[in-house]
DNA sequence: CGTATTTGACCTGCGC
DNA sequence: GCGCAGGTCAAATACG
């Protein structure tokens, strides 16, 4: 707010409702800056648009009298509104004035365009969330007949080899399938793995429930991403208790336990990986035993989510995981190309959630950290060079020319963004939950006020 | 001085 | 039974 420092006398603001604020010197302190309360709320106790900023200058022929009209929208929470002060004007001279003015007219155009920018990449993700869902339903519903007598028949296949989960026919029915085929959620089914014992949950052959219960105990969730920080910021407190060098790369893996709560089981292990620096694997295992910040809420509930996933037995579709995300967690606002895998080769199950989309690795150069918002982590509308990569979703379901009109000024914006939070690796975390939050409370509040959600969930 | 991290020793499970 | 690898412990060390 240092711009608006631009001193003039005889000023006044008016509001975007019209409202004037006369701005007047405290009379013993003539030459400090006044303070001025621009976010008060509006006679008629609205405000309009947030993050709307116009300035414009009226300057009278005798040169005697200015008006400066001020329109600075940033909210319409009462928190905000009652919290920002402005400091405007002492003395100067009518060119000075003019001079600043022009600067700071310029400047917050730029910060309009900013704004402007932002508010519409946070509708887009909106927008395309909204649409992928409802395509997704379509196609689950239109394959789900044919599918069925399909997935009875590898069901039946993997009942003969012994490797069984406690399945579920009906999920399944979500499952084509290709979608096994292109490994977006990979069934390893090599059933002389010795590991594979872990999987068979509802084997005949075995009753027993202690060793089920402690397999599900050791469930695990991993998660990609690429940081160039050491450790991704989950929201919770960790205490580190061991390192070690893991066979067949060079990057150490380190150990690290939960210290939120005394006695809470929850660890994690993070190891970058050997093939590509930039990528850092954190494998989470454990439940937390105590409440969370709102912070680790995101990441808490989706790994907790994909563990749940993994245990109950449905995990043979992407859509799968996304009827046990609850709204708040990270992959329920997560655009659907996240690879998600499970491993049976690891000595405990183990569901991977891919957010580094290998896909577009190979030919867009990434940013050290992902930014939620980037081009490639949107719900894929399948333009070209972005294949679309939920299950068996292909290119072909999608109308590629909805959204190419946008995607050039899309990618310019994105750029911009990207460069400026990636500069905080730790912003992801938070900007991913309150991302999360606002299509999670727009899932909620269909029918209700969009701009009051995107306002909450600003300031969030 | 209290807390967090480091690091070598130890334990456990698995394959041969 | 032995060796290997993953995982954990706990004393030593670093840090604020």
Redesign the pocket.
């Known amino acids: 707010m240092s711009i608006m420092e631009a001193r003039c006398e005889n000023m006044v603001l008016n509001s975007f409702d019209g409202h004037k604020f006369p701005i007047t010197r405290h009379e013993n302190e003539s030459s400090k800056i006044d303070e001025m309360d621009f976010f008060s709320r509006s006679s008629s106790g609205s405000l309009k648009n947030p993050l709307s900023i116009d300035v414009k200058e009226e300057e009278q022929q005798d040169g005697a009298h200015q008006e400066l009209q001020l329109n600075l929208n940033v909210g319409s929470s009462p928190t905000t509104t009652n919290g920002a002060k402005m400091n405007v004007g002492s003395p100067c001279t009518n060119n000075q004035t003019t001079h600043k003015m022009a600067i700071l007219q310029a400047q917050l155009e730029k910060m309009k365009r900013e704004n402007e920018g932002l508010r519409s990449m946070v509708s887009q993700v909106k927008e395309r969330y909204v649409f992928l869902q409802k395509h997704i339903q379509e196609n689950i519903i239109s394959h789900e007949t044919s599918e069925n007598i399909k997935m009875n028949e590898v069901v039946k296949e993997d009942t003969k080899q012994s490797l069984l989960f406690p399945l579920e026919f009906n999920n399944l029915n979500q499952i084509t399938k290709p979608e096994v085929d292109n490994n977006m959620m990979k069934i390893d089914s090599n059933v002389d793995s010795?590991h594979n014992k872990d999987f068979k949950f509802n084997s005949p052959r075995d009753g027993d429930r202690v060793a089920v219960e402690a397999t599900m105990r050791r469930a695990r969730v991993s998660v990609r991403a690429r940081s160039e920080a050491s450790m991704i910021s989950d929201g919770c407190q960790w205490?580190?208790?061991?390192?070690?060098m893991?066979?067949?790369n060079p990057c150490p893996?380190a150990?690290y336990r939960c210290?939120m709560a005394v006695g809470c089981p929850v660890?994690k292990?993070v190891q970058r990986c050997a093939e590509d620096r930039t990528v850092l694997t954190t494998t989470y295992e454990g439940t937390h035993n105590h409440p969370l910040p709102q912070a680790a809420t995101a990441m808490a509930s989706t790994t907790s989510a994909a563990a749940s996933m993994l245990l109950s037995g449905s995990i043979s579709s992407s859509n799968n995981l996304n009827h046990h995300l609850t709204s708040g967690s990270m992959l329920s606002s997560y655009p659907p190309n996240i690879t998600t895998s499970l491993s049976s080769t690891a000595?405990f199950p183990t569901i991977t959630l891919d957010l580094t989309n290998p896909s577009t690795n190979q030919h867009i150069p990434q940013p050290p950290f992902h930014f939620p918002f980037s081009t490639n982590m949107l719900p894929n509308i399948n333009l070209p060079n972005r294949p679309l990569v939920l299950g068996q979703l292909s290119s072909q379901h999608f109308n590629a020319t909805k959204f190419a009109d946008v995607q050039s000024s899309e990618q310019e914006l994105m750029s911009a963004a990207t460069a400026a939070v990636t500069a905080d690796p730790n912003f992801m975390a938070a900007l991913v939950a309150a991302i999360g939050s606002i299509i999670g409370n727009d899932q909620r509040n269909n029918g209700g006020s969009k701009n009051e959600n995107d306002n909450d969930n600003m300031r969030n």
């Open positions: 010795p205490r580190k208790y061991g390192q070690k893991a066979k067949g893996r150990y210290t660890r292990q000595p």
